[in-house]
């Protein structure tokens, strides 16, 4: 089956755009999902301000993930959540599109997006240029109610070394192959920097975890700030990545990430947790 | 606006916070970040952080920093066509690079000097005079399609 448009795109239909300005937009979360992480909530959000930057450049250009200033993560979600989706563009040109949005369910926000960055790439590189412009005039006009998304495919990091609330060190493996590979993107498959950030969450909260000792409750990561992916992760590469406290004094510690391959420094991120919210 | 005359005391006066978002957007300590430090070579700045300081450097000074902006202004009057032929700066480019870059220690300067390393030559202060400039300037609007400040990205 051919997986574009299908196995990682998070946009279901445009409801209203101002090319290079502002965007607004639905995504059905397929109800037969196990789960549906926060990170490709991002993500959608991000392939919404995509549309709007990719069209405001005539799909000659197209933005991939650079820098997040702030993500907030502020309500959970479930299969079957319709999210509705805004992203508003503070600039965009043939190097660099800037945004901020938001992601909502029912009313209430689940994720928001604070000064984003995204280098603008040749499309042509990366994805067929007609088949984007046909699909942002069927976004815009029908959209789409198919549950075409799937899942990912579990990559967890795997620890090789740490200090016990303190530091840990994992390498995380790059699937060789996998169907979001081939929308993601069709002419240059990349790992996606959502996925990125969704594994190395995964290790900033078995550090949060750690910090929370035999004292309940683990804290939460409630925003994750100066996000920094510097290169292309191609399919099959073998990371390495290390969450370290760098603050702890407060009800809120703060967690660095940094992925390498090798010694390249790759992605770079600070966690913010607090305490859970008391239900 | 590249005839605009910048004092010593502007920079002075636009130095720290220039070199607090520098700091921040490169992950270092801001003792390490000098006026005449070379973005590339001393700071480590990549393509995705010239990207990032030029955005910090906009919500800092709340002024609109377009893309492109120091080659645009370093070539002045000069038509693209006499400031770089096949991606290579000219003779009279590279002089008047020189003279508006006149920050960057001559030593630096090495020609043949392709344009896309001219980013290299990018010191603290160049920031610092852009951001002078911009201000000067009044917040003018970012023109669509105008060639990188930094290097392309990876």
Excluded at chain 1, 33 to 61: K, T, Y
Excluded at chain 2, 30 to 56: C, P, T, Y
Aim: glycine letters at 6%; proline letters at 7%; charged letters at 25%.
């Amino acid at each position: 089956m051919d997986e574009h448009f299908r196995a990682f795109s998070f946009v279901n239909r445009i409801t209203s755009v101002s090319i290079g300005q502002q965007v607004r937009g639905k995504y059905q979360i397929p109800p037969d999902l196990i789960d549906f992480p926060l990170s490709l909530v991002g993500e959608a959000v991000g392939q919404l301000a995509a549309w709007s930057a990719i069209a405001a450049v005539n799909f000659e250009r197209r933005p991939v993930a650079g820098i997040a200033a702030k993500i907030e993560l502020l309500n959970s979600i479930c299969p079957g959540d319709e999210l509705e989706l805004a992203a508003d563009l503070e600039s965009v040109d043939a190097e660099a599109v800037s945004y901020g949005g938001v992601a909502t369910v029912r009313g209430a926000p689940v994720l928001r997006l604070e000064h984003c960055v995204g280098p603008m790439v040749p499309l042509e590189e990366f994805d067929d240029p007609h088949a984007l412009r046909s699909r942002f005039a069927f976004l815009r006009d029908s959209g789409t109610n198919e549950n075409a998304f799937k899942g990912v495919p579990s990559v967890l990091p795997q620890r090789i070394a740490g200090e016990t609330g303190k530091w840990i060190r994992a390498t995380i493996q790059v699937p060789e192959c996998a169907p979001f590979f081939a929308d993601h993107f069709p002419r240059r498959p990349v790992f996606p920097g959502t996925l990125l950030m969704h594994v190395n969450l995964h290790l900033a909260a078995a550090l949060a975890a750690e910090l929370a000792g035999n004292t309940p409750p683990v804290p939460v990561v409630r925003s994750v700030k100066d996000v920094k992916l510097r290169t292309f992760i191609p399919p099959g590469e073998l990371l390495e990545s290390e969450a370290r406290l760098i603050e702890s004094d407060s009800e809120s510690p703060v967690i660095s990430l940094e992925t390498r391959k090798g010694k390249r420094l790759i992605g770079t991120a600070r966690v913010c947790l607090a305490p859970q919210k008391k239900s | 606006m590249s005839n605009v005359t910048i004092t010593k005391e502007e920079i002075t006066a636009v130095f720290p916070k220039v070199a607090e978002t520098m700091a921040d957007a490169l992950g270092s300590d801001q003792e390490e970040v000098k006026l005449d430090s070379s973005l590339i070579n001393d700071l480590g700045a990549e393509s995705i952080d010239f990207l990032d300081i030029v955005f910090r450097l906009e919500r800092a000074f709340k002024v609109k920093i377009p893309r492109g902006k120091i080659i645009e202004d370093a070539r002045g009057d000069l038509s693209e066509a006499d400031f770089e032929k096949g991606g290579v700066v000219t003779d009279a480019g590279f002089q008047r690079l020189k003279a508006f870059l006149n920050e960057v220690p001559a030593d630096r300067f090495k020609a043949p000097l392709k344009v896309a390393d001219i980013p290299r030559l990018f010191t603290v202060q160049t920031f610092c005079k852009i951001v002078i400039r911009q201000q000067k300037a009044g917040s003018a609007a970012v023109p669509a399609g105008n060639q990188p400040v930094g290097p392309q990205p990876a």
